[in-house]
């Protein structure tokens, strides 16, 4: 057994040595090798191999480190390396490394404590090909060229512990790519001004973001994932604000989950799915307020399940529309003061709010101009195979044009205790032939500005006395 400590050595600061492949400054190879350094400075000047690092554990060697500096090495600052090597750091900063702050590869483990990673050449924290990284309490990935926090490759686990940061790196965040690879990142961890997503799951990895995360101002999506059997979990009160494109994404066949109050303000999208086989759910009382475009959106054969008391407010246009996919709205989900419609379904989207007690609320603005309508409605469908399902005692008040229209052949379904009221235009609206408005007799129209009812052009409104 080999032991060897190094406490309070200011600067250690040396060419890898060469008689190992990938080797490094500070050594621990083969089982029962240790390395235990406190206080120090280790700089790596690089030498003969084509890879080194400034602190290595490898073939079941133990490195420990605390309160270090790690900085210059063409590999990573501190790495782990196959079956039994484990590497632990705490309150170390690990810089300017070609490759990676901290590292965990080849079924090699490694822990970090409040630990800095910054302006590393790829990552700040990796599990790799089969590594398992832990890091806890307010890790920080800093500046990094490609990402934050990094599961990648089959089965490789990264484990980020509560409070934990990733700022200002190059791609993502938190990534999690390759099949059957984890990524678990802790309560209270947040993401902000990465070059791409905040949390992403890509190739069949799996990412679960504990309570309270956040996704904050970067170049593309908040909290995304992408491909075939590719998963994203949030817990609840998570949030993606200011994100350039989306704050929630499924695409490409993957699965998005959204625990409870998720939060989705002042992005490109709030809540939007892609794609043929992509689905994003939610629990209940989700919010997607003053984004840019839609609130909850799923297009192109994708499918959005929306919560009970889901609520979608000034957002730039429509609160919530399938176009070309589906959506399913839980009972009692609001549409309040989008400046488009409520509630749409176009391009032969689905949208099924059956379960009721659906509000749209102040929605429209004059700037929109639809075929069939001088602005926008609460309830909306058109076009060819586009079906809109409004269930039992639903309401629409105050839209800038109608409560419920259709026009372009689209289809609408309207359950019992329909309330239409103070809107600008009608109650119910239907233009166009095959434009079709199915209401149950027991509506309630009151104090619409143009009156009750209005169909033309071959439209229909069916099942309620024209009288009202």
């Not at 079906?387 to 359950?415: E, H, W, Y």
Request: with cysteine.
């Amino acid at each position: 057994m080999a032991a060897w400590t190094a406490a309070a050595c200011w600067w250690l600061r040396a060419q890898a040595c060469s008689w190992f492949k990938d080797a490094a400054v500070v050594l621990a190879h083969g089982e029962g090798s240790r390395v235990r350094l406190e206080g120090c400075k280790i700089e790596s000047l690089g030498g003969t191999c084509s890879s080194s690092d400034c602190v290595l554990a490898r073939r079941g060697g133990r490195a420990e480190l605390v309160r270090c500096d790690l900085s210059g090495a063409s590999g990573s600052g501190l790495r782990s390396e196959g079956a039994g090597s484990y590497a632990c750091a705490a309150r170390t900063t690990s810089q300017r490394n070609g490759c990676a702050g901290f590292a965990a590869e080849l079924r090699g483990r490694l822990e970090a404590d409040e630990c800095t990673a910054q302006h590393n050449d790829v990552v700040g924290f990796l599990a790799l090909q089969g590594g398992v990284t832990d890091t806890s309490r307010t890790c920080v990935a800093l500046g990094n060229t490609m990402h934050g926090f990094a599961a990648i490759g089959d089965s490789s686990r990264l484990t980020a512990g509560a409070g934990c940061r990733a700022d200002r790196n190059g791609k993502h965040g938190f990534l999690v790519s390759g099949t059957a690879s984890q990524l678990d990142v802790g309560p209270g961890c947040k993401a902000e001004r990465n070059g791409i997503t905040g949390f992403s799951s890509v190739a069949g990895g799996r990412l679960q973001a504990g309570d309270g995360c956040e996704a904050l101002h970067n170049a593309d999506c908040g909290f995304a994932a992408d491909g075939q059997g590719s998963v994203l979990v949030t817990g609840p009160q998570c949030r993606a604000k200011g994100n350039k494109e989306v704050g929630f994404m499924a695409g490409g066949g993957a699965s998005v989950e959204l625990g409870e109050h998720n939060e989705a303000d002042v992005n490109g999208n709030g809540i939007a799915v892609q794609g043929a086989g992509s689905k994003l759910s939610t629990q209940a009382v989700c919010c997607a307020r003053g984004n840019k475009s839609c609130g909850f959106k799923a297009v192109s054969s994708g499918v959005l399940e929306a919560g009970e008391r889901c609520y979608a407010a000034g957002n730039a246009d429509e609160g919530y529309v399938s176009s070309s996919g589906t959506l399913v709205i839980g009972a009692g989900s609001q549409a309040h003061v989008n400046m488009s419609h409520g509630f749409y379904a176009t391009d032969g989207g689905m949208l099924d709010g059956s379960a009721g007690k659906l509000h749209a609320k102040g929605n429209g603005g004059t700037h929109r101009s639809h075929a069939g309508a001088s602005s926008c409605h609460g309830f909306f469908c058109e076009g060819l195979l586009s079906r809109l399902l409004v269930g039992p005692c639903s309401k629409s008040v105050g839209s800038m044009s109608s409560g419920f229209a259709v026009s372009k052949q689209g289809d609408m379904i309207v359950a019992s205790g329909a309330k239409p009221s103070e809107n600008m235009d009608w109650g119910f609206y239907a233009s166009g032939r095959r434009s079709v408005i199915q209401v149950e007799p027991d509506a309630r129209l009151e104090g619409n500005h143009k009156g009750g009812i209005k169909a033309e052009a071959g439209g229909k409104v069916n099942g309620i006395p024209k009288a009202k």
